[in-house]
Every structure is written in C-alpha cells, then in structure tokens.
C-alpha cells in the first residue's frame, strides 16, 4: 500500500491528507443562507439553498470540529444557523426541503419542485414539500453537532427528533413516510428505501448524541424490513420503490433509470452502503447494552458480496456501475464517486467486524480506483460523476455538490466502529460526555 515517496492510497498518513484537502475544499461553500451547490471547479453555483446539502457540509464541519480542524467551529455553527433560520418553516414545523426565495409568499400558494428533482430547483407548479431525506439529513447534522458541542444543536436535534417522531414515523411499518405538503395535511403515496437507509444512518447517530437507544432500535426495525426483508427476498438486490402500504415498484422509473434520487433498478452503491450501516447498527445495539441480531452480520455481508460480483465492471470496464436492471444488466454505466467511497468504508467496515483479510484486499483496491480516477487534483475535491471511459461527467450529478460520502470515507478508517462517526470520534455517547447538553 505504499512506495519509497509517499504513502499509497488508503494509508492513515495518505487518508489525513485527503481528509484536511476535501476540508478546504468544502470551505469554499459557505452562502449567506447556509451551503451551496459546487459546481466542478468548485464555485458555487445560482441555486436555491437546498436543506441536504446544508444538513449534510454541517455534519462534515461538525466532524472537523472533532478532528480540531482550525475555522470548523464557525462553518458548523453557520450551518446550523441556516438549518434554525432561513430552512426551518417557523410556522408550521419541520424544514424546507430548499430556502424559499421568497418568504414572504409561504402563507399563499408557494410553488416549487421538490429538491429530489436534483437540487432544489425553484418552478415547475409542485408544492413545496418536507420529505424524510432532508429530515433524515437535519437529524444528522444536528447529532453531529451536538456530539461536537455546538452551541443550539441539542435544541435543533431534539426539535428535529420531534418532528419525525410525529410526522414521518409509522411504528406499524417500522419505516417512515417519504414526505407530505407544507401544511402537514397530505402525505406522499410512495414510500422510499433511500430516505429510509438514511434514516438509519441519522438514527444512530442520534443514539449517540442523546444516549436513546430508542433510535437504534428504530435504525433497526427499518433495516429489518428493507434488508432482512426484501432485499433477502429479492436475492440481496433491493427495490427502492414502494406503494404506501410497502409494495415493492421494480419497475418505477424504468423511463427515467438516471433520476438522481429515484432511479430504476438495483443502485449498487446503496447496498454498500447499506452494508456498511449494518455494521455500524450492531456496533450501536452492542454498546448500549442491545441484543444485536446474528443477521445484522450475515445480511451485510451477503449485500457486500452480492453488490461487488454483480456491480463491479459489470460492463467488462472498471468500475461500479451506477444501477444495474433486475438480471444484473448494467443500465446507467456512469461510475459516482459516492459508490466507490461507499464500497472502502464497506470493505473497512467488515474487515474490522471479521477480522477477515480479503476485505482489505477490496479496500485497497477501492481507493487504488478513487485515486487514479476521482480525486480532481486540479480543481479539487473529487470528480462526482465519471462516464464509462472515465472522464468526467455531470448526467445525473453535475458539479460536486457536497463531500459527505467522501470526507467520510478519509474518516472511517482512522476512528473506529460505532453507531456514527461522531460517536467514533467522542469516544461514545455524545450525551455521556456533556457533548449533547
């Protein structure tokens, strides 16, 4: 892993390095009304402030924070500003899922599209919508900051708590409803894997931060219906579609198979991720005193397994493939940064778990690609979306919107397994340790 002049992609000395480049490069994201939306050399761009990229760069600023990285503290704060100010419906509860550009129209007919059309993008005729994945994402950023003692972030996360606790929770499904109206008054007919997963990842973090382990056991019972459920039902692929009483929709927009967040097919990076999110359950349930289930184990690794042979230059090229159809055909052949940054943590993950040295094998050879073809030593930050041939691309993710999967993956390694990153990096409990008070 490494040569006589610097250390080799994966090293802990390669991974600092990364770790303190992609912080200054997401520095430069700050806009009066929270985080924008980078474009590829790293300029923000004329968007809406959408309330995922915010949540997600105050979640990576709060890690810094943890890390000692010099001005984190500030750029944290300014997010969760942002999150308790201009995204935050003050009227009615709940987040934005993008800063109204004009606040003063929220009491009449304020239309916009959903952020899910990819990024926030004021207009076309939709109603402005409060959906998991901000929440998910708002949760996360607020437990991140608490743990790392930010002034206002246990309010903003117990606020945060509440509100998918009565909105977005449904205890008979064990899973959380995909998003309603501004109003509260009507919720979406679609129910989402993707908001869903993500919810686990906020929910453990948000037992780290409070000390509840009420939301570990929440992260499992959504892992149980997706994971252990359908995708063990559907030979480890996972439909990410679903009616509102969880009937699975394989063919959901099978004519639109590159939507940014609602994609046809089997989206290899989500069962790496997943996977990874497993490992991090059982770290939780274990450490409060939980039983963790023996399938938590076996299901990501059969989703880690299943996702490499199926994914992986599945066209004959290197790389993962974005989606593959349901006879493992490759559909989008573009490769994401986030797949691959998914994949190292993975393969860390469950080599750490294990103890079993083949993943390490897979997670040099992850960071050996990330290295050679993601990583813009020109512009900075990495190349979120590359086409088959390896050039750079914006099809589905133009820009570099944010660093989360990337600046989390240059993390993992180095701080250990828990329920969150935070929580690996306070050492515990957030709220054990007055990080949450």
Known sequence: MTTSHRPGPGHPEWLR??????????????????????????????????????????????????????????????GLAALAGPLRDAELGGWFDAV????????????????????????????????????????????????????????????????????????????????????????????GANSNMHCVEAFLAAADATGDARWARRALAIAERLVHGVAAEYDWRLPEHFTSDWKALPEHHREQPDHPFRPFGSTTGHLLEWARLLVHLEASLTGAGEEAPAWLRADAVALFGHAVRRGWAADGREGFVYTLDWDDSPVVRERMHWVVAEAAMAAWALGEATGD??????????????????????????????????????????GKPDVYHAYQAVLLPRIGLAGSLAGALAGGSGAQRGGAA
């Open 17 to 78: 390095a990364e770790e303190e480049r992609l912080y200054f490069f997401a520095a430069g994201s700050v806009v009066p009304d929270g985080f924008g939306w980078l474009d590829a050399r790293g300029r923000v761009e004329e968007r809406p402030t959408a309330a995922w990229i915010t949540a997600r760069m105050t979640h990576v600023f709060s890690l810094a924070h943890l890390r000692g990285a010099e001005g984190a503290a500030a750029l944290a704060d300014h």
């Open 100 to 191: 109204p550009s004009d606040p003063t129209a929220l009491s009449g007919p304020a239309l916009w599209e959903c952020s899910h059309d990819g990024g926030g993008r004021a207009g076309a005729g939709q109603e402005l919508r409060k959906s998991a994945y901000e929440h998910a994402f708002v949760v996360l950023a607020a437990a991140s900051a608490a743990v790392a003692g930010r002034p206002g972030a246990a309010d903003l996360l117990a606020e945060a708590l509440g509100v998918v606790e009565e909105r977005f929770w449904e205890d008979s499904a064990g899973a959380v409803r995909e998003s309603w109206d501004r109003g509260w008054t009507a919720t979406e007919d679609y129910r």
């Open 357 to 398: 040295g083949a993943y390490g094998r897979d997670y040099d050879r992850w960071w050996t690609y990330a290295d050679r073809h993601h990583i813009d030593r020109e512009h900075g930050g990495w190349h979120h979306e590359l086409d088959p041939d390896h050039r750079p691309a914006g099809s589905v993710w133009p």
